[in-house]
């Protein structure tokens, strides 16, 4: 009976697995050398948020199972994130500022991206995003490479059936 009780929902269960292969996209080589992302604390917060927010918009809209299967992939990125502090060296003190620092910067991505998926096919507007988050401190040339990754990750996951991402099943194309 206990064992009930305690068992996550399938829909926590999903975003995390989600999340995974969010993570799994975000660590290939390719994103850190073929697009010049910077392999920092920094870069890689961009590449994942980068990822998430193109799974949460494949699910918005969808219903409410695809709405708490979102809501735990946000919810286990945020974990992941102050996990990531705190083995950084983070201190607990300092946690909370750096993780409300965190979400709005995620807030404020997810909505730029929104709006730059809407703006698609022309990729103006999301090569301007990229350069001026992912390539803030680097190399801004490859952000139209960048974009066309996002852009056609992005028109992946819409021909993906979405029982199957419920499922916890998402592929990406290769970076």
Known sequence: ??????????????????????????????????YAAPDTPTGRFEIYTLHVVALLDRLGGHGPQAAETAQALFDTYLKALDHALRELGVGDLSVGKKMRRLGEA??????????????????????????RT????????????????AAGQREHLEGQPLAEILAGRVTWRPA
């Open 134 to 149: 992912v390539y803030v401190a680097g190399d801004a040339e490859r952000a139209p490479e960048l974009a066309a990754y």
């Open 106 to 131: 995620f807030f404020g991505r997810a909505k730029s991206y929104q709006a730059a998926y809407k703006a698609l096919p022309d990729r103006s507007e999301l090569e301007a995003l990229i350069a």
């Open 1 to 34: 009976m206990l064992n009930r009780l305690f068992r996550p929902r399938p829909a926590q269960l999903t975003g995390r697995t989600l999340y995974a292969a969010c993570v799994e996209q975000a660590r290939s080589p390719a994103l850190y050398t073929a």
